[in-house]
């Protein structure tokens, strides 16, 4: 599905990511945990094509295609989505439109007609339904008003339904109660399919919980310094991330 | 959202998609203005002598006035003896007009604009009178509407079969006086509409006029009044294009509404003249007048319009609010790309106890356009209880445009309310990028945003006009982002 190879990359002249290494099978989910200013944001924003980064070496490969040489756009409709740490408003704009014109973006780029106005409102209704939501939100303007909470879970309604095939959540779990959380995390737990991969980029073990990864990076200076399952997470939890510091200093 | 994405894309594809040109016999006169073309002008148009007078009056008057230059917008001088005064496709003889005895081309423009004539294609429910260069060719429904008791024609025919009318109020909202080119108008306007709705009348259909420029070297001068009596309920649309020419071109226009007791009249406008080329060659100068004179106790006049075409937009629609509990409103969205401009708002003036006005403007300014708002609120002493609420917001996109706000207050009575909100937004590298993660191209994440941040206008507008001014930003805005 993903392939990452050697990926350097820098805003202005000063390098952030220095030479990452991932491979992600499809129906794989890995988690990328690590401190602040370790480079995860900057992996989840080149991966969905946001400007003000360049790729100085290395490369990117998406279902067998050059993912850095495609437009934001593209990627999305190729089935790259980027649930956002910060999800913007654009006020003025329902949440119902907005999806209808994402969904029917994706649509036409595979070749297929628009979706029918009452089938579209039949899934729009079972999303909202999953994630706990109520309908009002579907018509008020993008996050405009919503709480940080709000903002997550409607992240995640977009995301169940434009049905991507590589999910980036970008510290998801950021600014959520724990009732919140769980809503969200089962909300992605039945995304959960073989045909679908998911990047997690995290802070925090408690995500983790609720979501079983299958793979945890560890992300430190632009490098990822330790990988392994599940159980990487809660050593980190007890340990905190200096000791990795200290190993990769020794 | 019953505008499909589709249709929204094939019209974001085209560039100025009205500026075709209808290759025509007409009857022109040569450039020019004196006394004798004002003289000529009264005689093809088979004027009473009121008229003439009226018309001489005027333009004794523009010759002593200068062209304004407080607006916040920068054009060459214009050479009013270069202007032709009257263009008119040759008609075989005067007389009943009948589809039939219109040039089958100028049908054909019509329908190529969307407007067809023919009353069984029209959509039912909205009435047309159409205005090509300085006439008026056609207007639909006009029987049953006369049924209603309603008056709905050119301003030309209301002229001979409706002095009386005319005389009481023609000019008695924009006097020929007022500004150097309602002034002109007075002096030189051809055709307009004449909308007169009887006491208690509810008009039983949308009324429209849709006005077209086709002939070149060529001034437009359209000339419309609204009068509805006691109790009456009107609303009335009108929409604009011209073809695409390297020469500027002037529609200076004069509208007036009379609003009686408890009377409504809606007025909503979709401004699509030639906005010029991406350098700022050509386009209409658009330099209109307008105003309603809420005269009676609880009348209401609402404006709302959508400004995208021109190369310069001039105008501020106003209400002078006379009667008690009398209300006005100013909605606008006036779009500028490229080196257009645009300086446009309104005028609420409180006369009358408990009147209240409300102001929403929207400018977005694209490209190296500059936008303007100027409004005035003015509250003398008699209007007690006045309150009025103003909202005045910019959305910029790129880097290279300007947007300006100038609103002046002035209140003389102190039991008055007045409030201004305004604020100046960016289109945000962020909102573009979420909406392009999602699966959206720049443009239509561009145009999505920016008729969001237009939802408050759009809504006042009635559904067909609203699905229109939609898809004109989209095209308006082509070429913004990149």
């Known amino acids: 599905m993903l392939s990452i190879k050697n990926l350097h990359v820098s805003v202005g002249d000063k390098p952030i990511l220095k030479g990452i290494n991932l491979e992600i099978k499809a129906g794989e989910i890995h988690a990328i945990m690590g401190p602040n200013g370790s480079g995860k944001s900057t992996l989840s924003h080149v991966l969905s094509g946001k400007s003000g980064y360049t790729v100085t070496e290395g490369s990117v490969t998406y279902q067998g295609k050059d993912l850095i040489e495609m437009a934001p756009d593209i990627r999305a409709r190729e089935g790259v989505f980027l649930a956002f740490q910060y999800p913007v408003e654009i006020p003025g704009v329902s949440n119902v439109y907005l999806l209808k014109a994402a969904l029917n973006a994706i649509r036409k780029h595979h070749g297929e007609p628009e979706v029918d106005a009452m089938d579209f409102l039949t899934l729009v209704k079972e999303k909202v339904r999953l994630l706990e939501m109520d309908e009002k939100f579907l018509y008020r303007a993008v996050n405009e008003g919503f709480s940080g909470g709000e903002k997550k879970r409607n992240e995640i309604l977009q995301m169940a339904i434009l049905e991507p095939k590589l999910c980036i959540l970008d510290e998801t779990d950021s600014g959520l109660d724990i009732d919140a959380l769980k809503i969200v995390s089962e909300g992605v737990n039945s995304l959960r399919s073989p045909e679908r991969s998911f990047v997690m980029v995290t802070h925090y073990q408690r995500l983790l919980d609720y979501i079983k990864p299958d793979f945890v990076h560890v992300l430190a200076h632009g490098q990822i310094v330790k990988s392994g399952g599940p159980e990487l997470a809660l050593e980190l939890e007890e340990k905190g991330y200096s000791w990795l510091d200290e190993q990769v200093a020794a | ?482």
């Open chain 2, 1 to 482: 959202m019953s505008t499909s994405e589709q249709e929204i894309k094939n019209l974001i594809s085209q560039e100025y998609k009205q500026g075709f040109v209808t290759e025509l016999e007409t009857d022109t006169f040569p450039p020019g203005l004196d006394e004798t073309v004002i003289h000529r002008l009264s005689k093809v148009k088979n004027e009473p002598d009121f008229m003439l007078e009226y018309r001489l009056k005027a333009f004794r008057h523009w010759q002593t006035m200068k062209s304004p230059e407080w607006a916040f917008v920068k054009f060459d001088p214009i050479d009013y003896q270069a202007i032709s005064y009257y263009s008119a496709p040759k008609r075989k003889e005067d007389g009943p007009k009948s589809l039939d005895e219109i040039d089958p081309q100028v049908l054909d423009a019509y329908k190529k604009l969307g407007i067809p004539l023919d009353e069984q294609e029209r959509l039912a429910g909205i009435a047309v009178d159409a205005v090509f260069d300085s006439v008026s060719v056609a207007t639909t429904f006009k029987g049953k509407l006369k049924d209603a008791g309603v008056i709905f024609c050119p301003i030309s025919e209301a002229l001979r079969e409706h002095p009386e009318l005319i005389k009481e109020y023609l000019g008695s909202v924009v006097p020929h006086t007022d500004n150097y080119f309602a002034a002109l108008n007075a002096a030189v306007f051809t055709d307009g509409s004449f909308v007169y709705i009887p006491k208690g009348v509810r008009c039983p259909m949308e009324l429209s006029t849709y006005f077209r420029i086709n002939a070149a070297n060529t001034g437009q001068f359209e000339r419309t009044l609204i009068i509805a009596d006691e109790g009456s309920h009107v609303s009335y649309l009108e929409g604009c294009t011209a073809p695409m020419r390297d020469e500027n071109q002037l529609h200076a226009a004069v509208v007036e509404l009379i609003a009686l007791k408890d009377a409504t009249i809606k007025y909503s406008t979709v401004q699509n003249w030639y906005p010029g080329d991406k350098e700022g060659k050509g386009g209409i100068y658009n330099f209109v007048t307008k105003r309603a004179d809420c005269r009676g106790d609880n009348s209401k006049v609402s404006w709302t319009q959508v400004e995208t075409g021109s190369a310069i937009t001039w105008k501020y629609p106003s209400c002078v609010l006379k009667g008690d509990n009398s209300v006005g409103e100013f909605y606008s969205v006036a779009l500028t790309n490229n080196y257009q401009q645009a300086d446009t708002g309104t005028k609420m003036i409180h006369i009358g106890k408990n009147t209240r006005s409300t102001i929403v403007s929207k400018g977005i300014s694209a490209g190296k356009a500059q936008n303007t708002y100027r409004g005035l609120v003015k509250v003398l002493k008699s209007a007690e209880n006045a309150r009025n609420y103003t909202q005045c917001d910019s959305l910029l996109v790129g880097d290279k445009c300007g947007a300006h706000t100038f609103p002046y207050v002035e209140v003389k009575q102190p039991s008055a309310q007045v409030e201004h909100e305004a604020t100046t937004s960016k289109i945000s590298e962020d909102q573009l990028f979420f909406c392009q993660q999602r699966g959206l191209s720049a443009e239509d994440a561009v145009s999505m945003i920016v008729n969001g941040f237009c939802k408050e206008v759009f809504r006042e507008l009635p559904m067909e006009f609203a699905v229109e001014a939609q898809a004109l930003l989209g095209l308006s805005l082509e070429g913004s982002v990149g």
